[in-house]
C-alpha cells in the first residue's frame, strides 16, 4: 500500500508531503483545487510520461517520491532482490525527477532502475536501430514519446544506424532509385521507402547524438563495376544527408567491399564532404576473417586519426584487438547479448556454454576476478541452473557479464595503448583466446 507521497517543483506544486491511511482514501476539493495533480504525480512516480510541462515554472525539476508497504508482496521483495534494488526491509520507494528539457530519471529504492545496470557495466553510449524502431514501434510512437531518450529513459548518448545494413539484409523485394529504397518490411510485408532524406529525419526525430549516413551496403561477393555503381550513389546519397539537420553529430560510411580502389575513393570523398567521424561499413557481411581485416585497412589509413573511426556491426575479441590495433576506436556488436541469450559466456580464453554439464557442480563464477554483478553474486552452477530451467534472470545475467567483459576489454586496450603495452597485449591476448567454441 501507499504510505507516502512527496512532491516537489511538480505543475504547481511547490513541496508537499501527504501521508496515508491503511484502508480507503478520499480526496476532495473543489474544481481546480489540484486533485487531478496529485493522481498525475503517482502516475509518474510509477513509471507514467515525463514531460517538461510537469516541472513548475522556475523551477530547474520536478520530484516525485512514492513510498509503498510491500511487506504483504513476498514475490515483488524477492525481485526486488534478484535485481539488486532492495532498500529498506518491506518497502519500496519509487522516484522521478524530471528536468527542464523533459528528461526523466526513474528510481527504485534510490537505484536507478536498468539504466543503473547499464551504467554499472560501464556502457556510455547506446545503439539504436532506425530500421526496426522505423518498423516497429514506427515514428508516431517515437514522435509521442518525444524521441528514444525519454522512450527507454536513457540520458547517456545514442547513437543510431541509418537503417540502409537492415533494408539491405533484411526486408524483402527492394527497388533501389536515386532518391532511395523501396522495400517490404520484414514484420507484416507493408510497402516502405527510405532515401538519405528520410533516414535522417527519422534519425533526428529519434534525438540521435551520432546519426549515421543512409548508405547502400552490397552483398559478398559483388563485382568490382557493381560495387563502384552502388558507391557512387552512396556518396551522392551522403552529399543529401549532410543537408539534413539533425541534433547531434554525423558519421559517413565508408563502402567499397572488398576492392582497395574503391575503399580509398569511398573514404577520400567523405572526408572532402566532411563528417564528425567515420566508419567502415560492409565488413562482417559474410566474407572471411582476412578480407574483413583488409577491407578496414584498405580504409583506415585515409579517415582522419583524430575524429572517431568506428567498425559497424563487429566481432569477436580477437576481431575487435585485431581491428583496434588497424586504428579502430568504436565499434557495436550484437554477440554479447546474442550469444548471453543461447547461454553462453565470454572469458578471457573463450566461450563458455553454461548449458553444459560440466558446470552442474561448479560454485566459481563465470570468471575469476570480473567485477560484473553476475560474477559478483552468482556460481556457474546456478547460472546453469537458471538457464537449463529457462528462468530469464539466468539470461540477464549472462548478458550483463558478457558485456561487462566486452567493455573491459576496450577499457583494457585504452589503458595499454596509454601504457604503450598494446603490442604484448594484443600478441597475448589473441594467442590465448580459443576461437573454436565461436558460434
Ligand atoms: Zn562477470
Redesign the pocket.
Same mark, same amino acid.
Given at each position: 500500500m501507499l504510505l507516502q507521497l512527496s512532491i516537489r517543483d511538480f505543475v504547481i506544486v511547490q513541496d508537499l508531503e501527504l501521508e496515508f491511511q491503511a484502508g480507503f482514501t478520499a480526496l476532495t476539493g473543489e474544481t481546480g483545487a489540484g486533485k487531478s495533480i496529485l493522481i498525475d504525480a503517482l502516475a509518474l512516480a510509477l513509471g507514467g510520461r515525463a514531460d517538461a510541462d510537469q516541472v513548475r515554472s522556475g523551477a530547474e525539476r520536478a520530484e516525485v517520491s512514492a513510498e509503498f508497504s510491500v511487506q504483504t508482496l513476498p514475490l515483488l521483495q524477492q525481485w526486488l532482490v534478484q535485481s539488486e534494488l532492495q532498500g529498506d526491509p518491506g518497502q519500496l520507494l519509487l522516484r522521478r525527477v524530471v528536468d527542464r528539457n523533459g528528461r526523466s530519471r526513474a528510481l527504485i529504492n534510490g537505484h536507478v532502475a536498468t539504466v543503473a545496470q547499464l551504467r554499472e557495466v560501464g556502457a556510455q553510449i547506446i545503439l539504436g536501430n532506425t530500421y526496426h524502431l522505423f518498423v516497429r514501434p514506427g515514428m508516431d510512437v517515437m514522435r509521442h514519446f518525444g524521441g528514444l531518450h525519454r522512450f527507454m529513459n536513457w540520458d547517456g548518448p545514442i547513437l543510431t544506424d541509418s537503417g540502409g545494413f537492415q533494408v539491405f539484409s533484411l526486408a524483402k523485394l527492394r527497388k533501389i532509385t536515386e532518391e532511395g529504397v523501396h522495400f517490404q518490411n520484414h514484420i507484416d510485408g507493408s510497402p516502405m521507402f527510405l532515401g538519405p532524406r528520410e533516414a535522417m529525419e527519422i534519425q533526428a526525430a529519434l534525438g540521435s547524438d551520432i546519426a549515421m549516413l543512409f548508405d547502400e551496403c552490397p552483398p559478398f561477393p559483388c563485382p568490382h563495376e557493381k560495387v563502384a555503381e552502388s558507391l557512387e550513389r552512396t556518396l551522392r546519397w551522403a552529399a543529401r544527408c549532410k543537408e539534413v539537420p539533425t541534433p547531434g553529430m554525423k558519421f559517413g560510411i565508408v563502402q567499397g567491399s572488398s576492392f582497395e580502389d574503391l575503399r580509398r575513393h569511398s573514404a577520400e570523398a567523405l572526408v572532402a564532404l566532411g563528417f564528425d567521424g567515420y566508419a567502415v561499413g560492409g565488413v562482417s557481411v559474410g566474407e572471411p576473417e582476412p578480407e574483413m581485416m583488409r577491407a578496414v585497412e584498405y580504409s583506415v589509413p585515409f579517415l582522419p586519426a583524430e575524429k572517431p573511426r568506428y567498425a559497424m556491426g563487429l566481432g569477436t575479441p580477437p576481431q575487435l584487438v585485431e581491428m583496434v590495433a588497424r586504428g579502430i576506436d568504436m565499434f557495436d556488436c550484437v554477440l554479447p547479448t546474442r550469444l548471453a541469450r543461447n547461454g553462453t @559466456?565470454y572469458t578471457a580464453r573463450g566461450t563458455i556454454s553454461l548449458k553444459n554439464a560440466q558446470f552442474t557442480l561448479d560454485a566459481g563464477?563465470?570468471?575469476e576476478g570480473? @567485477?560484473? @554483478? @553476475?560474477?559478483?553474486g552468482f556460481s556457474r552452477g546456478y547460472l546453469r541452473h537458471l538457464v537449463k530451467s529457462e528462468e530469464i534472470l539466468g539470461l540477464r545475467l549472462i548478458s550483463?557479464?558478457n558485456l561487462?567483459?566486452y567493455l573491459e576489454l576496450m577499457a583494457r586496450m585504452r589503458r595499454e595503448i596509454e601504457a604503450g603495452t598494446f603490442a604484448a597485449f594484443r600478441r597475448e591476448f589473441v594467442a590465448g583466446y580459443r576461437t573454436s567454441a565461436e558460434p
Open positions: @559466456a563464477p563465470i570468471e570480473c @567485477a560484473c @554483478a @553476475a560474477c559478483r550483463l557479464h561487462h567483459f
